[in-house]
């Protein structure tokens, strides 16, 4: 059974950075698409950014392209999110999970507690 574990996130002010990191276990990275999605307080879970199983192609959301990178080391089961430039409108509870890249649409059943982003105006 495949699990997820998000790290990395926290409080910071408008314009700054968090690096985010995904841990994956019970299924090999290498071959599945990989991304991010968030979900705000009251609102639906969105997609964020995506990347390819070789790491040769990723895909944003227009809200956040630009501003975050997403990364992954299929050597060590890791996917990271670099967010930068940050808003308070990123503010949001931040998974990771497999990706279907055409649709943007979660392909694991299971979720990982997910990691707190809070960026302060």
């Known amino acids: 059974q495949v699990q997820l574990v998000e790290s990395g996130g926290g409080l910071v002010q408008a314009g700054g950075s968090l690096r985010l990191s995904c841990q994956v276990s019970g299924r090999t990275l290498s071959s599945w698409h990989m991304g991010w999605f968030r979900q705000a307080p009251g609102k639906e879970r969105d997609f964020v950014a995506a990347?390819?199983?070789?790491?040769?192609?990723?895909s944003y959301a227009d809200s956040v392209k630009g501003r975050f990178t997403i990364s992954r080391d299929n050597a060590k089961n890791t996917v990271a999110l670099q967010m930068n430039s940050l808003k308070p409108e990123d503010t949001a509870v931040y998974y990771c999970?497999?990706?279907?890249?055409?649709?943007?649409?979660?392909?694991?059943?299971?979720w990982g507690q997910g990691t707190q982003v809070t960026v302060s105006s």
């Open positions: 999970n497999a990706v279907d890249y055409t649709s943007r649409t979660p392909v694991f059943g299971s």
């Open positions: 990347i390819g199983w070789t790491g040769d192609r990723t």
